[in-house]
């Protein structure tokens, strides 16, 4: 179990580098992620909600933001050590945290902007699944231990 979350945390940390190299495009020269009107990578990656905190409209220049695509970088690098050293409580809960971020980031793409990032879609399946995978393993852990002899 250990390896499908790391291979899916190296999957993750892929889709997070490719979504950090389109924020720091020129929005001119990104490449066409205009699938659609709905589907639009390059508007949502340089929207005031690719960056941590959202920037305002009345912000005074030289303030500083992080990347969302930073954030998850360094989420999945955090999850996939977790998951090769086997903590898998620690796992979890950084799981937690990275669905709960990206549905957020998925609300905001569906309900205030209304377009959507074909990379942010795929961060927020990976979690999901890391998510999920976590939570099988803790459970076949706890069985485990539940059929240990007590002493």
């Known amino acids: 179990m250990k390896y499908l979350v790391a291979l899916l945390a190296l999957a993750g940390l892929y889709v997070s580098i490719?979504?950090?190299?389109?924020?720091?495009?020129?929005?001119g020269l990104a490449p066409p992620c205009a699938v659609t009107e709905k589907f639009?990578?390059?508007?949502?990656n340089h929207s005031r909600f690719a960056v941590f905190p959202p920037k305002t409209f009345d912000e005074a220049p030289g303030?500083?933001?992080?990347?969302?695509?930073?954030?998850?970088?360094?989420?999945y690098g955090v999850i996939f050590l977790l998951a090769l050293?086997?903590?898998?409580w620690l796992v979890f809960e950084a799981a937690?945290?990275?669905?709960?971020?990206?549905?957020?980031?998925?609300y905001?793409?569906?309900?205030?902007?209304?377009?959507?990032c074909i990379y942010c879609l795929w961060s927020q399946g990976i979690m999901t699944a890391i998510l999920l995978a976590s939570i099988v393993a803790l459970v076949l852990r706890w069985r485990r231990q539940q059929k240990q002899p007590a002493y």
């Open 18 to 27: 490719t979504a950090l190299r389109i924020h720091y495009m020129d929005p």
């Open 40 to 44: 639009d990578c390059g508007t949502v």
């Open 63 to 75: 303030k500083h933001h992080i990347p969302v695509a930073t954030v998850g970088i360094i989420g």
């Open 85 to 88: 050293a086997g903590r898998w």
């Open 96 to 106: 937690q945290i990275g669905f709960l971020c990206a549905a957020f980031l998925s």
């Open 108 to 116: 905001i793409e569906a309900y205030v902007m209304e377009k959507w």
